[in-house]
Every structure is written in C-alpha cells, then in structure tokens.
C-alpha cells in the first residue's frame, strides 16, 4: 500500500481488513456481554472492563502481524509507532456504560488515518448484528448493502439524538442543545456511536456528541461524509479530533450548527 496516496482498491482492502478485524473482537466482547463483569473506574472517570482491556489487546495483535508498520492508537492501551503515516485508532467498546447495564447498543470502533486524513471507518454492533463500513470515495455500506443519510430537510419532522443530555447541563452549549431538541420532531438518547450509525442509515436525522475523544469519533468522519452526509465538531469544523460530534445531512446540518452555537428561536 503507498501510504501517502493510496489507491480506491487499496482503501476498499483496507476497509474489508478492518470490518474483519473489528468482528473478531466484536466476538470477544460478546463473549462477556450480559455476564456478572467487574468494572473499574479509569482516572477520566469512565469506566473499563476486561471486556474492552482484550477486545483492544486482540485488535493491535491483528494490525501489527499484518502491517507492522502502521502505528496504532487505542483508549485503553495507547500509542505505537507515532508518527507513522497510516495510524489505525481504536475504540474496543464504544458505550461501555451500556455494556455493563446490558444494554445492545455499544460497538466496536475502528478508523484509519492516512497522513493525518480519516479515510477508513468502521462500527461494529456485535449485540444488535450491524456493521457500518466506509472507505473515502467508495461509499458507506450497512451489513454490506449501500447506505446512505436521510433526505429530510425539516426539523421539526427530524429524529435528534444525543446520548446523554444531562452532557449539556452547566455547559455552554446547553441553551443551543434545547433550542435544537424545540425544534426536532423528536429526541431520543440512543446514543454513543449507535447514533450517529442510525444517522449514516437514515433512519435518524441529528446525533449531537457535546464531548466526544478522538477514537470515539475515528469512524464516523468518513461513514457519515461517504453515506452522503456530514459530520463536525459543534464549530463545524469536519474533524475526529475537535472533541465533539455532530451528525446529519447535508440539508439539516448548517441550520443544527447554527441551533447550537446560539440557542436561537429556530425558524423552521
């Protein structure tokens, strides 16, 4: 692979390598999902399972037997080989909270950057039985049929979701966020990456992350971007790293944008 210009074939490879590898440790996370599972409390007050701690370990096993080369980020177990040009970040279970309350809706997160561009996402959903998988200029595919955004334009016949609104209580952008939940149809916190899939899908609208880190975010740039839509931080800026997350079409999106940073009266 040229890691400084790869080719549409290479990323499609390179996608369908990923979706495997994210697979095989959807497969070791499944494996504790429901059980009694002891959770401890990382020093960012999030929590960490043995669940995720081998589903990470069986993910950078993977990458490094088949690319040595290609440097590796994770949220549990850190960075390898910084600097190099193909760096594969991870999330080994995206909606740990979930996890251990029994809930399905928590996946397996795997993007690819490529000099610094995401060009390779992929989310798994080991529990609900989806994978969403996009490579940059071959578009998204949903349990590996096409997907695409929906085409709604409105916003008060619009799904909004977030996955936990009390992340906007006390923050800065609380005024923007009931301004948008005002203006949407309907608001649910179907949240963590299960959102913004549903997004990519078209089976919701909006999904607005008010904090969200960069491997919780890996994918999604180009799933959603390659599914037709958009994906920014609440600045609007399209990046995995801007420490937020917002999710829709390309219709909807300035207008959530606007909601957000302002709190207005929306104008529908």
Same mark, same amino acid.
């Given at each position: *692979? ?6 549409? @074939?290479?990323?499609?490879?390179? +996608? ?9 440790? %959807?497969?070791? +996370?499944?494996g504790y999902f429901g059980t009694r599972i002891g959770v401890e409390t990382k020093a960012d007050d999030t929590p960490v399972t043995i669940a995720d701690r081998e589903a990470e370990s069986l993910?950078?096993?993977? @990458?490094?037997?088949? /690319?040595?080369?290609?440097? @590796? ?11 190099? #040009? ?6 080994? @279970?995206?909606?740990? $909270? #979930? ?29 609900? %039985? ?6 940059? %200029?071959? %578009? ?9 955004? &929906?085409?709604? #334009?409105?916003?008060?016949? &619009? ?7 009390? +992340? /906007? ?11 948008? +939940?005002?203006?949407?149809? *309907? ?19 909006? *999904? ?7 491997w919780d975010a890996a994918p999604l740039l180009t799933i959603v971007t390659e599914a037709g839509g958009c994906f920014t931080d609440v600045s609007g800026e399209p990046t995995i790293h801007g420490? #937020?997350?917002? &999710? ?9 944008? $606007? ?10």
């Amino acid at each position: *692979m040229n890691a400084t210009h790869p080719t549409p @074939i290479e990323l499609g490879d390179l +996608a369908r390598t990923a979706e495997g590898f994210a697979r095989a440790a %959807g497969e070791v +996370a499944l494996g504790y999902f429901g059980t009694r599972i002891g959770v401890e409390t990382k020093a960012d007050d999030t929590p960490v399972t043995i669940a995720d701690r081998e589903a990470e370990s069986l993910l950078r096993a993977e @990458i490094r037997r088949r /690319f040595p080369d290609h440097g @590796i980020v994770g949220e549990e177990h850190g960075e390898v080989l910084p600097g190099a #040009s193909v760096r594969w970040i991870l999330d080994p @279970i995206d909606g740990t $909270k #979930s996890f251990v309350h029994g809930v399905p809706l928590w996946g397996v997160l795997i993007g690819i950057e490529v000099e610094g561009e995401p060009v390779v996402g992929v989310v798994h959903l080991p529990a609900l %039985g989806e994978t969403v998988t996009a490579a940059r %200029g071959l %578009g998204a595919r949903w349990n590996g049929e096409p997907c695409s955004v &929906s085409s709604e #334009s409105r916003l008060d016949r &619009s799904l909004l979701l977030t996955t936990d609104e009390a +992340a /906007f209580h006390g923050h800065s952008g609380e005024a923007g966020w009931r301004a948008l +939940a005002a203006a949407a149809r *309907m608001t649910r916190s179907w949240g963590d990456c299960y959102g913004h899939v549903l997004v990519a899908t078209g089976r919701a609208q909006v *999904m607005v992350d008010p904090v969200l880190a960069s491997w919780d975010a890996a994918p999604l740039l180009t799933i959603v971007t390659e599914a037709g839509g958009c994906f920014t931080d609440v600045s609007g800026e399209p990046t995995i790293h801007g420490g #937020s997350g917002v &999710s829709s079409n390309p219709a909807l999106h300035p207008r959530v944008l $606007k909601l957000l940073a302002q709190g207005a009266d929306p104008a529908r």
